[in-house]
C-alpha cells in the first residue's frame, strides 16, 4: 500500500482549514496553526491517520464486505461516483434517504420496485399501459435510479462508511452511530471528530484534497480486493498440496503400523495355534458329548483363521447342563 507524502498534502490543499470563528474546538489536537485568520490543519497528524484509515479499509474490503460512500457536495459528488466505482462499492452523492440504514428494509423494497420496472420492460407488460401510464412509471423508475442506483447492489447493510463533510451529512452519522457501524470520514476544522471512529483531517472543501483522498483510500481497498482475489485463486492449490502431504505421512505411518502389526500377529499366530491345538479336542469331545455342533464349528473355524488373526481372547462356549435346566 503506497504512503501519501507531505508533499502531495500539501500540493493539494489538504492543510487549509476553515475561519478561526467558524473551529470545533474538538479539533483542537489535528491544527497547526493560524494564519491570516484561517486554521492550518497539521498534515503530518493527517498522514497518519489516513494511513491508518486506509489499512482498515482494505482489511474490510479484503474480507468481502462492502463500504458505503456518501458525499452529496456539488464538489465532492462526481470525484466520488467516478473513483468508487473503479473498486465497484457503493455510494450516495444525490441525497440521503432518512432510514436508509435504520430503516434498511423499507430501502430494498424501493430497489426491487425499480427491478420490477424493468422486467416490466423486458416481459412485454409495459407495452399494455397508456401513454400516461408509461410517462409515470419512468418517472418513478428515473428518480429511483437517481437516488438509489448506486446502492441497488447492497443487499446488506454496509460494513462501513466513507463521509465527506461530517456536517453535511450528519444524518447518515447518527444513523451509522446507533447500529454500530464504523465511520471513515474527512473531517475538517469545523466538525467533531470525536463521534467519528476513523477521522482524517483534511480540507473537505477544495476538489483537490477530496480528490487526493478518494483517491488513496480507493488504491487501498483496490488493494484488499486483488489480495482476496488472489487467496482464493491460491487456496485450491494449498489444499491440494497439504492433502497430499497429509497421504504421503499417513502412508509412512501406516506402513509403519503395518510392518509392527505384522510381528505381532506372526508372534500371536504361533501362540494361538499350540494353544488351539491343546485346547480343540477338549471342547470338540465335550460338545459331542452334550449334542451340540456350534462349538465344534467354531473351534474348526478358530484353527483355521488363528494365523491371520490376530491374538484375542479365547471365548469359552459352555451349554448348560440337562439338571440345570431341569
Known sequence: ?????????????????????????????????????????????????LDEACSALKQIAKSGRKILFVATKKQAKDIVAEKVKRVNMPFVTERWPGGMLTNFPTIRKAVKKMSSIDKMATDGTFDNLSKREKLQV???????????????????????????????ENIAVKEARRLSIPVFAMVDTNSNPNIIDFPIPANDDASKSISLIIELVANAIEEGLQERKFEKDSEPVRDKKSRKGDAEDLDEEEMEETEEETAEFEMGAEVRTDEASADIPTEIEGALLDGDIEPVVDAAKKVKLAKKAAPAKKIVIKKPKKDDEA
Do not use: C
Open 138 to 168: 419512468n418517472r418513478q423508475r428515473a428518480k429511483l435510479e437517481k437516488n438509489l442506483g448506486s446502492i441497488s447492489d447492497l443487499t446488506r447493510l454496509p460494513a462501513a462508511l466513507f463521509i465527506v463533510d461530517v456536517s453535511k
Open 1 to 49: 500500500m503506497s504512503k501519501v507524502t507531505f508533499e502531495q498534502l500539501l500540493d493539494a490543499g489538504v492543510h487549509f482549514g476553515h475561519l478561526k470563528r467558524k473551529w470545533n474546538p474538538a479539533m483542537a489536537p489535528y491544527i497547526f496553526m493560524e494564519k491570516n485568520g484561517i486554521h492550518i490543519i497539521d498534515l503530518q497528524k493527517t498522514a497518519i491517520k
